[in-house]
């Protein structure tokens, strides 16, 4: 009897994650992927590669800051950060794969 219950408990135990309130979809949002220690940087890589995946344009939050900028003030960011070597340029996974270098690859 005491074995019983014994493989009894330990097939419910075994039984508990089946129940998991969360589906395989959920875990790519990004707020799933913040709340469990990620960063928003991290967020926004697997939207990008969810995006690439289904041939869907991404417009990341930077992007759109850009847009609303007036248009002098989008001149000088884009002059900053193509001088700035160590200014984000927004090419990381944001760019098609060449078979031959570019300028821009420097």
């Known amino acids: 009897m005491n074995k019983k219950l014994l493989l009894l408990t330990i ?3 075994a039984a508990i994650p089946v129940f998991a309130s969360v589906t395989v ?3 790519t949002e990004s707020e799933y992927v913040i709340d ?3 960063s ?5 890589m ?5 995006a690439n995946a289904l041939a869907v ?9 850009m847009e609303e900028m007036p248009a002098l003030q ?5 002059f900053q950060k193509y001088f700035d070597p160590a200014a ?19």
Do not use: C, W
Not at 74 to 78: A, F, M
């Open 57 to 65: 344009p991404y417009i990341s939050d930077e992007e759109i800051r």
């Open 46 to 50: 697997i939207q990008r590669g969810k």
């Open 74 to 78: 989008r001149v000088l960011v884009k």
């Open 88 to 106: 984000d340029s927004d090419q990381f996974m944001n760019h098609d794969i060449r078979k031959t270098p570019d300028i821009n690859d420097l």
């Open 11 to 13: 097939m419910a135990f």
């Open 36 to 38: 469990n220690g990620f």
């Open 40 to 44: 928003a940087v991290t967020a926004e």
């Open 25 to 27: 979809p959920q875990t």
